[in-house]
C-alpha cells in the first residue's frame, strides 16, 4: 500500500447538526446496493439485447461510478434533513479524496512503468524467461509463493503487483492460463506479505490502533494468516493439477520466437526491475521508486531505437505491439498514464460517497449500531471482522477499515478483559485482507488496473483473502487463540473466550 495514513476522523456534530439515527443511516447504504444492482445487472441485459449495443454493453457493464455519487448524493440529502450544512459535508468529501490521492499518483505512475517497461523490452523479457522457467501446472501456486516472499520483504502489496505482478500475468498469458487466476494468485501472495512483513503500513496501524505491541501483533496473526496461506497454497495446486496441460501453451515455441527476434531478451533488461526491487526492499518510498522504474524504462527504450517523442507517447497513451501475431500483440498493447483514467474516477466517486458517510457520522452510527449487538466475545470478533468488511465497502479505503472500527470497539475490548491483539488481528483479517475484493475501494481499483483483470473475475480467486476472514470468525466462536488481558490473566495463554 502506499505509506500515506489518515489521521483524523468523523468530529461530532456542531450545534445545528444532529446525529443520524441508524435507520436514516442505512439509507444511502441501501441505495448504493440497490443501484449496483440497478447498473451492474437490470441495465446491461438490457442494453445487451441488441446486438449493435454490444459494445455499448461491454464498456458499461460493472461500472460503479454513478451508483457511488448517486448514492453520495442520497447521504448528502438525509444528512441535510438532520441539520448538516453543505459547506461540511463538502469538506469531508474533499477531506477522503485527499486521502485517496497518494493512490491516484501510484496508479498514474504504475500506467506509465508498464507502458516503458513494454517498449523497452523489460517486461517481454521476463516473460520469455518465465515460459522457459516455469511449468504450467505449477504456475499458479509458484506465483502466489513468489509474491508471499517479495511482499514479506518489502511490506507492500502495490509494489509486489505492480512489479512482479505485471511479469507474472504476461507469462500466464502466453501459457494459456487464465490471467483471472493468475491475479487471485498474485493477491493472496502480496497481501500475505502486506499482513505479516513489519514494514506493512498496516500491520503497524492495527496494533496502534488496538493499543497492541507490534511483534505481539503478528505472531498472533500468524494463528489466521498462516492457515489460509495454506489453504490458498493447497488449493492453487489442486486447479493447476486439474488444468489440461495439453491444452496449455501451445503456441509457447511461437511466442518465444517473436519476442526473440523483436526484444532480444538480455541481461540488460534485468538492471531496472532488480533496481526497483532492491529500493523497495530498501523501504524507499513507492511514488518516486516508480516513477525512476518508469523513467529508466524509458531510456532503455531509447536505447533500443525508440524515439523520445515516441517514449512520450506510450507513457501518455500505452504501448501498442505489432508483431503480427494477434496472441502476443494482445499480450503486450498496454499500460500508459490514460489507460487509468477510469479507474481513478471510480476512487473519487468512491471517495464521494465515503466522504459524506464519515464526516456526517453515518459510518459511526452503523459501527455502533454493529457493536450493540455483540453480547458475547464470539460475536465480538465476528462483528469486528464483519465492521472492518464493511467499511471497506462503504468508506472504498483500507485504511479507515482499520482505523475507525479500531476505534469504535479498543474500549469494549479493554472491558471484556481480551488483550488488544484479539482486536488488531481482527481488523487485519476484516480489513487489510479483503480491500482488494471491492471494484470501487482504492485497493481493489488500484490491482484491477496493474494486473489488467477486472475485481470481479480475479475475486473468486483470491483464495488467502477469501479463506482469512472465515478463519477469523472461526477462531472467535470456538475460542481458540483468543487471549485474555494480562491483568485478567496470568499468561497469555489461549482460552475459550465465550
Not at 459494445?55 to 438532520?82: C, D, M, N, Q, Y
Request: aromatic share 8%; charged share 10%.
Amino acid at each position: 500500500m502506499p505509506a500515506a495514513t489518515p489521521h483524523g476522523f468523523t468530529s461530532p456534530p456542531g450545534a445545528s447538526e444532529r446525529e443520524i439515527p441508524v435507520l436514516w443511516a442505512l439509507v444511502p447504504v441501501v441505495s448504493l446496493i440497490l443501484l449496483l444492482f440497478l447498473v451492474i445487472v437490470v441495465v446491461p441485459m438490457e442494453l445487451g439485447g441488441a446486438a449493435a449495443q454490444s459494445e455499448t454493453t461491454s464498456k458499461f457493464e460493472g461500472s460503479g461510478h454513478f451508483p457511488l455519487i448517486l448514492a453520495g448524493a442520497i447521504g448528502a440529502l438525509v444528512a441535510a434533513r438532520f441539520g448538516w450544512k453543505w459547506h461540511a459535508i463538502h469538506a469531508g468529501m474533499l477531506y477522503t479524496i485527499n486521502l485517496a490521492m497518494g493512490a491516484v499518483l501510484i496508479l498514474l505512475v504504475i500506467g506509465v512503468l508498464m507502458a516503458t517497461w513494454m517498449a523497452s523490452g523489460i517486461v517481454p523479457a521476463l516473460i520469455s524467461w518465465g515460459l522457459e522457467l516455469m511449468a504450467p501446472s505449477f504456475f499458479l501456486p509458484a506465483t502466489c509463493a513468489v509474491c508471499s516472499f517479495v511482499s514479506l520483504v518489502t511490506g507492500s502489496s502495490w509494489s509486489t503487483a505492480g512489479t512482479v505482478g505485471v511479469a507474472l500475468i504476461g507469462v500466464a498469458q502466453a501459457m494459456g492460463i487464465d490471467p483471472a487466476m493468475t491475479a487471485g494468485a498474485i493477491i493472496s501472495g502480496a497481501y500475505f506479505g502486506d499482513k505479516l512483513s513489519p514494514m506493512s503500513d498496516t500491520t503497524n496501524l492495527a496494533p496502534a490502533m488496538a493499543g497492541s505491541d507490534l511483534f505481539a501483533h503478528i505472531r498472533h496473526m500468524l494463528w489466521t494468516t498462516g492457515p489460509s496461506w495454506v489453504i490458498a497454497m493447497a488449493t492453487f495446486t489442486i486447479v493447476g493439477l486439474t488444468m489440461n496441460a495439453t491444452d496449455l501453451g501451445t503456441s509457447v515455441d511461437e511466442i518465444q520466437t517473436l519476442l526473440q527476434e523483436k526484444f532480444d531478451p538480455g541481461p540488460v533488461h534485468l538492471v531496472i526491475p532488480v533496481l526497483v526491487i532492491a529500493m523497495v526492499f530498501k523501504r524507499s518510498p513507492p511514488l518516486p521508486t516508480l516513477a525512476l522504474g518508469a523513467g529508466l524504462g524509458g531510456v532503455l527504450a531509447m536505447f533500443r531505437g525508440v524515439q523520445l517523442s515516441e517514449v512520450l507517447s506510450v507513457g501518455l497513451n500505452g504501448y501498442v505491439s505489432s508483431t503480427g501475431n494477434a496472441a502476443v500483440d494482445e499480450l503486450l498493447s498496454r499500460g500508459g498514464m490514460f489507460s487509468m483514467h477510469s479507474t481513478v474516477f471510480l476512487i473519487l466517486a468512491a471517495m464521494v460517497f465515503s466522504g459524506v458517510l464519515e464526516r456526517t457520522g453515518m459510518l459511526r452510527v452503523l459501527a455502533f449500531s454493529v457493536l450493540s449487538r455483540a453480547d458475547s466475545t464470539r460475536s465480538l470478533i465476528a462483528s469486528t471482522v464483519l465492521t472492518s468488511i464493511g467499511a471497506n465497502i462503504l468508506a472504498a479505503d483500507q485504511y479507515i477499515s482499520v482505523v475507525v472500527p479500531g476505534r469504535m470497539y479498543a474500549e469494549e475490548y479493554r472491558r471484556r478483559g481480551l488483550a488488544p491483539q484479539n482486536l488488531s488481528r481482527a481488523l487485519e483479517d476484516g480489513g487489510t485482507i479483503t480491500s482488494p475484493l471491492i471494484p470501487w475501494n482504492t485497493c481493489g481499483a488500484f490491482m484491477s488496473a496493474a494486473l489488467g483483470v477486472a475485481t470481479g473475475s480475479y475475486a473468486m480467486y483470491c483464495f488467502l483473502n477469501l479463506a482469512n476472514p472465515i478463519v477469523s470468525i472461526f477462531y472467535g466462536v470456538t475460542g481458540w487463540t483468543i487471549l485474555k488481558a494480562p491483568e485478567q490473566a496470568g499468561s497469555q495463554a489461549p482460552d475459550s473466550g465465550i
